[in-house]
């Protein structure tokens, strides 16, 4: 069965540049994938962003093709600033090409990308990022090259193994097994909002705790004069809902804000 794949692409002006997209169209259906782009494969009444989102997670590997849109003959960047600048022209593609290509890499979509050349390389599209860049004239006999070639097998690659692992970017056999080798950054970064609120609320319950355990045994050690002291504490430190008040676990508040 063939690999669903996203295809990021504005729709196309020129003769030039439809030939080029159903010719990349077709190399993927030959290499075993069914592209999918919406207004060309895909439909929908709802917004767009939503729809989107729910395509590429039946996706396992996204071909962005920036051609051109907008051609500025003759414009000025940060006009009126000191580092005003003149545009002469200037070649820009679609911002849904940004747009889609940033979906794509939260979701871990192993990414393919296509550059028309001429065009103003900023964003996601200029080099310098987890992926290559080929900047191409849009004729169809690139797809036969040795460069393309071999970007594409890599990039197949990684597709073969995102939807082999179940749609999920593959992590390294060393850093599953050794946790040592993570940083904080990444252990949070892989806690779901629940697992993430649950251990601040447990942090923040022993936390509690100790400071308790730790007045009363100050108390205990200076007489009982200031046992009811202890009392009231424990009720301030209390984290608590009451029905009385309205008001609720401030904690427990946050999370259901964010669900």
């Given at each position: 069965m063939a690999i669903d794949v996203f295809i990021s692409v504005g729709s196309t002006s020129k003769p030039e540049q439809e030939a080029f997209i159903q010719a990349v169209e077709q190399f993927l259906r030959d290499s075993g994938l069914n592209p999918r782009c919406v207004g060309r494969t895909d439909f929908s009444s709802v917004q767009p962003l939503k729809f989107i989102e729910q395509i590429m997670s039946q996706c396992s590997g996204t071909v962005v093709i920036a051609l051109e849109r907008i051609h500025i003959q003759d414009g000025l960047e940060k006009r009126g600033s000191e580092a005003e600048k003149l545009l002469s022209n200037v070649n820009m593609s679609t911002v849904w090409n940004q747009i889609e290509a940033g979906m794509a890499y939260l979701l871990g979509h192993p990414l393919l990308v296509i550059v028309e050349r001429g065009l103003?390389?900023?964003?996601?599209?200029?080099?310098?990022?987890?992926?290559?860049?080929?900047?191409?004239?849009?004729?169809?006999s690139i797809l036969h090259s040795r460069e393309f070639a071999g970007v594409f097998a890599d990039w197949k690659r990684r597709v073969d193994d995102f939807h082999a692992n179940g749609g999920k970017k593959k992590i390294s056999s060393q850093a599953a097994i050794d946790p040592?080798?993570?940083?904080?950054?990444?252990?949070?970064?892989?806690?779901?909002?629940?697992?993430l609120w649950a251990i601040v609320g447990t942090l923040m319950g022993a936390l509690t705790a100790v400071a308790v355990s730790a007045y009363k045994l100050g108390t205990v050690s200076s007489g009982p004069s200031k046992t009811s002291n202890v009392y009231e504490i424990e009720n301030s430190m209390k984290i608590t809902a009451s029905s009385e008040s309205g008001i609720t676990n401030p904690l427990q508040r946050t999370f259901e804000s964010r669900r």
């Open positions: 103003r390389k900023e964003g996601l599209l200029e080099p310098g990022y987890d992926w290559y860049i080929q900047s191409v004239d849009i004729d169809t040592e080798k993570l940083t904080l950054g990444q252990i949070l970064g892989a806690l779901k909002p629940a697992q």
